[in-house]
């Protein structure tokens, strides 16, 4: 089994950055796919980014391409996320999400295999 909590949230200003973390226990992280997703005020689950076991590819939604950079240590047991540029339209609970393949959606979740209990990420001036 394994257990993501999510860290690095908060409140910044348009155009700003922030990093997240997911800190992983068990011995299996390495094996997964790992995934950021984020879910608006009133609306529902969207897929940010993938990457997979080994850290090599990364993929990205088309909202987030360019500006955001997932990123790993198998080491360490943390994934990471990396948001540049940030708009409001990025403000969202992002969740951190593991699965043995590259889904890269969430119209099933119950296809992911374990969540983070999530971090707010707020953009506003």
């Known amino acids: 089994e394994v257990q993501l909590v999510e860290s690095g949230g908060g409140l910044v200003q348009p155009g700003g950055s922030l990093r997240l973390s997911c800190a992983a226990s068990?011995?299996?992280?390495?094996?997964?796919?790992m995934n950021w997703v984020r879910q608006a005020p009133g609306k529902g689950l969207e897929w940010v980014s993938d990457?997979?076991?080994?850290?090599?590819?990364?993929m990205y939604a088309d909202s987030v391409k360019g500006l955001f950079t997932i990123s790993r240590d198998n080491a360490k047991n943390t994934l990471y996320l990396q948001m540049n540029n940030l708009k409001p339209e990025d403000t969202a609970q992002y969740y951190c999400?593991?699965?043995?393949?590259?889904?890269?959606?969430?119209?099933?979740?119950?296809?992911?295999?374990?969540w983070g209990q999530g971090t707010q990420v707020t953009v506003s001036s």
């Open positions: 999400a593991a699965a043995p393949l590259p889904i890269c959606t969430v119209e099933v979740p119950q296809l992911y295999d374990y």
């Open positions: 068990g011995s299996t992280f390495s094996s997964y796919h």
């Open positions: 990457i997979n076991s080994g850290g090599e590819i990364p």
